[in-house]
């Protein structure tokens, strides 16, 4: 009974670990947003965010919300309030970030008039105005390069950004690349993931697959389908670190080099799947087999190699 209680106060613990590490980093995300278009919600007089009864949720130009919660007192009668949140890190403690940014666009496109972002209709894409040559496929010929491309074609749709001085600008310039290295590596991570999940039933079949095995890296993909590396950081002073989740690997591998790699360790395993590489080896192998008869041919031939050899030392005129 000990052991099962160590066990999950260790896991009580854990949790507790990652959702304050979580609400820092939401909290840290959620002021960069808010701080990037101060200016446009203080032009515009402030947003109202979520107004469904009972829930509503504004924002004012001062950058300070307005929540309201409905409740049943001692008597049974239902109670709102309305009170004021005054940092985002008290707002990521009541509401999901992800409704909030969602809440952001929605009030942003019903205030200037224009209709609701489409999700999932059946003429998704005509909406979207995409064509079907433009979507992702699985034959694709780059998959991982248009997920990064669809992502940063999303953020792009902001306003540039303006500086008045060389520090200003740097600052901002430094968060900027830091917002879209962080964006790029959740798409290379939600790639591995995708192909983890199209790859698992597969992977089973075959068996644990040696990608790399050098002397400061392994990667395998595993006979669950999961991709796990051990490699050792620059500056680990030759301490192995593990990478078991997606969001590990992208800090250290390029999907695009990962997928290369795994299929030429295939190619190793089983030369079927890739004849053209196979024939590629035959034809250099008969190409030195052809060197061997030839210098096999000149051995039995004494007096032809003398005469050659004496035709090389005659000057040509």
Known sequence: MDSHNDLLGELAG???????????????????????????IATIGGLTLIDEEPDYLSISPDLTFRSR???????????SETEVIESAAELVELYNPADIYAAFGEAAREAAGMSPEPTASADLLETAGISTEET?????????????DSWAAG????????ADDDEQAAHRLYDLALE?????????????????????????VIGDLVIVDDEDERLILTATGKFRAEVI??????????????????????PTDVFGDLADAL?????????????G??????????????????????????????AEDEPTA
């Open 14 to 40: 854990d949790a507790a670990l990652e959702r304050s590490d979580f609400l820092v980093q939401s909290t840290e995300q959620l002021r960069k947003f808010l701080d990037r278009h101060r200016e446009r």
């Open 69 to 79: 919660s409905r409740y049943l007192d001692d008597g049974g009668e239902w109670v």
């Open 136 to 148: 992702l496929g699985v034959s694709g010929e780059d998959p991982y390069a248009a997920a990064a």
């Open 155 to 162: 953020q792009g749709a902001e306003a540039p950004l303006d």
């Open 180 to 204: 879209y290295q962080e964006g790029s590596q959740r798409s290379e991570a939600h790639l591995l993931e995708q192909f983890e999940g199209m790859s698992a039933n597969l992977v089973s």
């Open 233 to 254: 950081p620059e500056d680990a002073e030759g301490i192995w670190r593990n990478l078991e989740t997606a969001d590990e690997l992208v800090e250290f591998y390029d």
């Open 267 to 279: 190619a190793e395993a089983y030369p079927s799947v890739a004849p053209e590489l196979a024939e």
């Open 281 to 310: 080896g035959a034809g250099e192998a008969g190409a030195g087999d052809a060197g061997d008869d030839a210098a096999a041919a000149d051995g039995d031939g004494e007096a032809d190699d003398g005469l050659a050899d004496a």
